[in-house]
């Protein structure tokens, strides 16, 4: 089992950037790729982002990169999202995920074991 908790959450104008932190507990966090996904109200859970347990590889969603980047610290159990030039259309609630990197579909959520809460961002314009 591995527990998630997301923060650093809030509500931001267009242009502004925003710190994600998804905490782990529980089994070994350096074993697992992470991942952020988004859910808008209405949407379908989308891809935003994901790393490969060492950190070595990153991968994000075309309508994020350039502007989010994924990092994480396997010392600290943690993983993080930065998030820069937010728009509106980045308004939801973002979680984090852990997924045991046996196949290379990092962006499908249905592959994830575990998830956080939720985090809400809301972007103002």
């Known amino acids: 089992q591995v527990q998630l908790v997301e923060s650093g959450g809030g509500l931001v104008q267009s242009g502004d950037s925003l710190r994600l932190s998804c905490a782990a507990s529980?089994?070994?966090?350096?074993?697992?790729?992470m991942g952020w996904f988004r859910q808008a109200p209405g949407k379908e859970r989308e891809f935003v982002s994901a790393?490969?347990?060492?950190?070595?590889?990153?991968y994000y969603a075309d309508s994020v990169r350039g502007r989010f980047t994924i990092s994480r610290d396997n010392a600290k159990n943690t993983v993080y999202l930065q998030m820069n030039s937010l728009q509106p259309e980045d308004t939801a609630v973002y979680y984090c995920?852990?997924?045991?990197?046996?196949?290379?579909?990092?962006?499908?959520?249905?592959?994830?074991?575990?998830w956080g809460q939720g985090t809400q961002v809301t972007v103002s314009s």
């Open positions: 529980g089994r070994s966090f350096s074993g697992y790729r």
């Open positions: 995920a852990a997924d045991m990197p046996s196949h290379p579909y990092y962006s499908d959520y249905r592959r994830y074991d575990y």
């Open positions: 790393i490969s347990v060492r950190g070595t590889s990153t």
